[in-house]
């Protein structure tokens, strides 16, 4: 599937209603990241992926809101939950399959694996295994894009955990400071690894670690596409301005564990089952048709095609070779063009 990312021109109509193309790209775009997450625990069980393996099942609305409210030439950089990212950016899912299967047609050349894809066409600056890693990285990248006057941001997510690092603070001390044009994006799923946040700190509204810094701040319905992506536009349009940065927290929920690893002994089933309640991508869809934006055939017809896609990736995956053993020396070092170094 070739994903059209949506413009500002074609986002909302005259009267400033999402359009139709806006409401089944939501659709298509959540759909195919959930089922193809699904795929992808189902081959981890086989064993056809190896590793760490962390889904994003619950979560796809924070990814699809944002690409509707951004620009072509922004600049996306996350943690290692971080599948949906480029799958929603237009990363062909062939290329993200083949990638979690350590195929060389992967889009780091199997390299990466699922903690670490990156995909420089679609302007996503990678996935990042260092918890809180991506969060200086992002603030640099948006500094890059102001020194270069583009016009473009970065926005930045990363896990509720992560905001207990140092890098966090100062960062956003940082990028306030030099009025950077970067959203840093909390996914606050309730839980960093198996620890509540609760648990981990007295301020469980995570929003307001921004105001230390007098950031504008503010929490987001994550299950809500709509909800993020008005939340995002704000953001950016405030970023473009030259106004600086924005903290918001995404309240998301994810209903598989941490990582493919994790027994879930840390909450109940009965929690998961209502948060079930607000899934992301029924929620898109009920509204799709409590609206008439389209009907059920529609609907089945995008369902039907995102399954091919998946398993056209699978199978695209499982056929492609392995790496050379020789490609271990390579894309390891790159030496920059400078006069004065000499081979």
């Known amino acids: 599937m070739e994903v059209v990312l949506a413009s500002s021109a074609n986002v909302v109509d005259a009267q400033g209603n999402f359009t139709k193309e806006t409401y089944m790209y939501w ?18 069980g086989q ?20 690409v509707t409210a951004l620009r072509k030439g922004d600049k996306w ?42 995909d420089k066409k679609v302007n996503f600056m990678g996935g990042h295994g260092i ?5 200086p990285l992002g603030a640099g990248i ?22 207990r ?42 929003y307001i670690l921004g105001e230390a810094y007098q950031m504008p701040s503010m929490p987001v319905d994550g299950m809500d596409v709509e909800a993020v992506h ?17 903290l918001l927290e995404f309240r998301t929920y994810r209903y598989r564990g941490h990582s493919m690893s994790d027994p879930q002994k840390y909450r109940t089933k009965e929690e998961v089952e209502e948060y079930k309640k607000l899934d992301p991508v029924e929620q898109v869809r009920a509204t799709i048709l409590r609206k008439g934006i389209a009907s059920e055939e529609e609907l089945a017809t995008i369902e ?3 399954k091919e896609i998946i398993e056209d990736a699978v199978r695209f995956a499982e056929e492609s070779p392995y790496p050379d053993p020789s490609e271990t020396f390579t894309d390891v070092y790159m030496q920059p063009d400078y006069p004065f170094i000499k081979d």
């Open 27 to 44: 659709y298509e775009s959540m759909y195919l990241m959930r089922k193809f997450e699904e795929k992808a625990g189902q081959l981890y």
């Open 47 to 66: 064993q056809k992926i190896r590793g760490f393996c962390h889904l994003y099942i619950g979560q796809e609305a924070c990814v699809a809101g944002a």
């Open 77 to 118: 950089i996350t943690a290692y939950r971080d599948h949906a990212h480029p799958l929603g950016l237009g990363t062909s899912p062939r290329a993200v399959m083949a990638e979690l299967f350590g195929k060389v047609t992967g889009c780091c050349k199997g390299k990466g694996g699922s903690m670490h894809l990156f």
């Open 131 to 135: 918890v809180g890693g991506q969060i």
């Open 142 to 163: 948006a500094f890059a894009e102001k020194y270069n006057k583009t016009g473009n941001i970065c926005i930045c997510y990363m896990g509720d955990g992560a905001v």
């Open 165 to 206: 690092q140092g890098s966090f603070h100062e960062t956003l001390n940082m990028a306030m400071t030099w009025k950077l044009p970067v959203i840093f994006v909390i996914e606050n799923n309730g839980y960093a690894m198996g620890t509540a946040v609760r648990r981990a700190s007295n301020v469980t509204d995570l």
């Open 230 to 246: 008005h939340a995002v536009a704000k953001a950016a349009q405030r970023a473009r301005a030259g106004e600086g940065p924005t």
């Open 304 to 306: 039907v095609r995102v």
